[in-house]
């Protein structure tokens, strides 16, 4: 019998899988440096709990989730259509603190820093999600799915221009393609399932409140994309697996009680350092990031 | 990068893999023979030193626990886990308390919205779980299992009445940061003012739970001519605050929360600068408890290290007269009445400590000075 423990980092290593490979189509395979991802996952959370809240069933909320921060993903392209790299980063970051400002202080909706509690667990076709084993499997399903919609894409024909417009933006209009549009589709995409994992993370946990999306929550997935290699899909589900486990073992080491906390925080960034400092491009990058 | 700082890193993963396997030769004889403690703390992260004022008061109890001869003959350990001031974290901390450490009971988080992510599991694992640092009344998921030591924010009105007494019809206005617990602060002050026949004019809610840019909002209280600002501010927002209604020569009344008394017995800012503030907090930890905290720390005890030595016996008195299972434990504590160094705790039916009544006190001269009529 595999512990709840377990079963509980195996749920949390589903919803950062979405997250993850999600990010790695704007960022890995668009070239677009998107730090607002964690609004993305934010505004899934909320509609999401909002929503299960007022007794809609699963499948909507769920789908809603995702088709909201999507919504939001594509308006977030239009005003950045023109920004690159630092630039973009900077605006995308914007955008976080705009929705983290939002969910913390519009209370008539969110109820601001009291969050909201009580969310249900999915249900789907008569049958609740209620114990951990079961939403474990409803969360590697959709994780399944997502991952092999975001791979089609990225083997298409339209994924080739996506990584066409990552090398080398002019070159790829020079050809015909509009890259606005392009781009918008990848930020949208991306968005769309960050939105999902919003979703699942509010279900399963079944309390969500602004502090779980500051932009704190966006590092360890940023650093999953670029310890996984930019552009690979393969390296961000290891680094995933690697990352979200790696503070596990670290618990169990002995630490005198007064430097218990910053002890394991010094060795976890220790080994990811290493990591980059033996694979600079990640486990399987293909690009570097500028 | 040079070999030198290679070959530091791998030594760096040679340790952490020996101290797994440390971990897994050792840990198992010692577990039958002692009462294991989680302790989930914010040991980092914006909450850091109320956790680490947590963990001094936790350390201390069990250190005297054991030097007397333990509970029930058996030793106390605790296990500390560090959530990082991140409630996805503490709910994982808590998981592997019920699930792979089997503790007997947890202690913690440190502050309320960890404490809502992870009451669920708590109460599914039904394992007693008790915080000395977060305010009954700001707790939105509730459980027969999850226990408060400190008071909730609504007793406080008595005393922020007080404070209002001496006025009449006069201009209030409120500051606080936008978290649970500071909104449970707005609630009661809001009633206090009411009750005291006094005029809330303005009321700022400000963005973030800690290091807010704040002298927009002074500069507009000020403006306002007020008789008197109440506040609930955390650490680092305290220290921000004092510094600038003086360098604004700001004259209303101030009445802060707890951690003006936390910020200034941890020296993050000087008497002088709070010289003529009011706070509220709950009643001074016992002479003894102080003398004993400063032999081994050498300072004064912060803000809950009292509630956390507190918790730690309690803890060990009602296994020592209930039992060790968690529902001993829980019906234990429900009927406990325990007179400990931070006040007497007992168990309201919310799970709250019913018995702790908060002081006004003035800081004047160098002093906390517990305001007389």
């Known amino acids: 019998m595999i512990s709840a423990y377990f079963i509980h980092l195996l749920i949390l290593i589903g919803i950062y899988l979405i997250l993850a490979i999600s990010l790695q189509l704007s960022v890995g395979f668009t070239g677009l440096l998107n730090l607002g991802h964690i609004a993305f996952y934010c505004v899934g959370a909320y509609a999401s709990a909002l929503l299960a809240l007022n007794g809609f069933p699963f499948w909507i909320y769920f789908l809603a989730a995702g088709f909201l921060a999507m919504i939001f993903g594509f308006l977030l392209s239009i005003p950045t259509k023109k920004l690159k790299g630092d630039y973009l980063a900077l605006a995308t970051l914007g955008f976080s603190f705009v929705i983290y400002a939002v969910a913390l202080n519009w209370t008539g909706l969110t109820r601001g820093p009291l969050g909201l509690p009580g969310i249900p667990r999915p249900t789907l076709f008569g049958f609740t999600f209620s114990d951990n084993v079961s939403f474990l499997i409803l969360t590697f399903i959709i994780v399944l799915i997502s991952y092999l919609i975001i791979k089609k894409i990225t083997i298409s024909p339209f994924g080739k221009v996506l990584e066409a ?18 781009k918008s589709i990848s930020l949208a995409t991306s968005a769309f399932f960050a939105g999902l994992a919003g979703s699942l993370y509010a279900s399963y946990i079944t309390f969500i409140d602004p502090s779980s999306f500051t932009l704190l929550q966006l590092i360890p997935v940023l650093c999953i994309v670029i310890i996984g290699g930019l552009a690979s899909l393969k390296g961000t589900i290891i680094a995933t697996i690697i990352l979200v486990l790696l503070p596990e073992p670290l618990r169990f080491i002995g630490f005198p009680s007064s430097i218990v906390g910053p002890a394991r925080q010094i060795i976890y960034g220790l080994i990811l350092l290493l990591i980059l400092v033996y694979r600079p491009k990640g486990f399987y990058g293909k690009v570097e990031l500028e | 990068m040079s070999k030198i700082l290679q070959t530091i890193l791998w030594v760096v993963i040679i340790v952490v893999v020996v101290g797994l396997i440390w971990y897994g030769l050792t840990r198992k004889p010692a ?12 040991l980092t992260g914006i909450a850091q030193n109320h956790g680490q004022n947590n963990r001094e008061g936790i350390d201390l109890a069990v250190k005297e626990i054991n030097e007397s001869g333990g509970v029930n003959g058996k030793e106390i350990k605790v296990i500390y886990e560090d959530d990082a001031t991140d409630s996805k974290n503490t709910v994982t901390i808590v998981h592997k308390f019920i699930d792979i450490d089997n503790v007997d009971v947890i202690i913690g988080p440190t502050w309320d919205f960890l404490a809502n992510a992870a009451i669920p599991v708590i109460d599914k694992g039904k394992k007693v779980t008790i915080t000395p640092s977060v305010l009954g009344d700001t707790i939105e998921v ?22 209002l007494g001496e006025f009449r019809n006069q201009k209030i206005g409120i500051m606080i940061i936008n978290s649970p617990w500071a909104v449970a ?14 005029l809330l004019v303005k009321e700022i809610i400000l963005s973030e739970f800690d290091n807010n840019e704040m002298s927009t909002e002074l500069a507009i209280l000020k403006d306002l001519n007020l008789d008197a600002i109440l506040v609930c501010l955390n650490d680092y927002d305290s220290v921000n605050f004092l510094k600038k209604v003086k360098e604004l020569d700001i004259q209303a009344k101030i009445l802060g929360n707890e951690h003006f008394g936390d910020i200034l017995k941890n020296g993050l800012l000087d008497m002088d600068t709070a010289d003529g503030v009011y706070f509220t907090d709950l009643s001074l930890p016992s002479e003894d408890f102080i003398t004993k905290f400063k032999e081994v720390y050498k300072k004064e005890p912060g803000l809950y290290s009292d509630t956390a030595y507190d918790t730690v016996y309690l803890i060990a008195k009602v296994i020592e007269e209930y039992g060790r299972d968690s529902e001993s434990i829980r019906q234990g504590l429900k009927k406990i009445k325990y007179n400990g160094v931070s006040g007497e705790i007992s168990f309201s039916e919310n799970n709250y400590s019913s018995n702790k009544e908060f002081e006004l006190i003035l800081i004047k001269n160098g002093q906390f000075v517990p305001y007389e009529e």
């Open chain 1, 165 to 182: 417009t990552r090398d080398d933006e002019l070159a790829t209009r020079v050809l015909g393609k509009n890259t606005f549009k392009m």
């Open chain 2, 31 to 42: 577990e039958e023979e002692v009462i294991k403690i989680g302790a989930v703390l914010s």
């Open chain 2, 142 to 163: 509730t459980s027969p299992y999850f226990f408060s030591t400190f008071s909730p924010v609504a007793f406080k009105q008595k005393t922020v009445e007080k404070f």
């Open chain 2, 185 to 198: 602060h707005l609630e009661t002050y809001k009633k206090a003012i009411l009750a005291t026949n006094n």
